[in-house]
């Protein structure tokens, strides 16, 4: 059950990684031999997207469906392994969340230095006529 949060932490891990790559000041050259690489990456990665999304659907029915633990009935280790289960379940959405917003961001970042690149191009077109 571990396998997807897993990968879905070495994903976070890799997307912040290129958002750091993508944002640190470079060569204009490396830096647009990294951003048409990235932008090759982005269409296969966007798997993410719906894993994540459907990683959330499967924590909310499972949130919906818990045995609640607040009356006296529990034992201490039985509460103890209630909120136990809520904490990995919050650190799970916010592990789904980061994931689309860091794809998100990596999406517009590229998108943003491509339209840049193209408006250099017009300029220098309009200079040299």
């Known amino acids: 059950m571990a396998l997807q949060w ?9 997307e912040a990684a290129i958002a750091f790559l993508l944002t640190i000041p470079s060569p204009k050259l490396v830096k647009s031999r990294l951003v048409s690489l990235v932008s090759l990456i982005l269409q296969p990665a ?6 994540a999304a459907f990683q959330l659907l499967d924590i909310y029915w499972k949130n919906e469906h818990r045995l609640m633990c607040t009356g006296e009935t529990c034992t201490a280790a039985e509460r103890d392994r209630y909120e136990k289960s809520i904490y990995k379940a919050q650190r799970n959405v916010i592990l789904c969340a980061g994931a689309c917003l860091l794809y998100w961001c990596i999406y517009r970042i590229c998108k943003y230095y491509k339209e840049i690149q193209s408006l250099e191009e017009v300029e220098k077109r309009y200079k040299d006529q």
């Open 6 to 14: 897993m990968i879905l932490t070495y994903v976070v891990a890799a």
């Open 46 to 51: 966007m798997f993410i997207v719906p894993f």
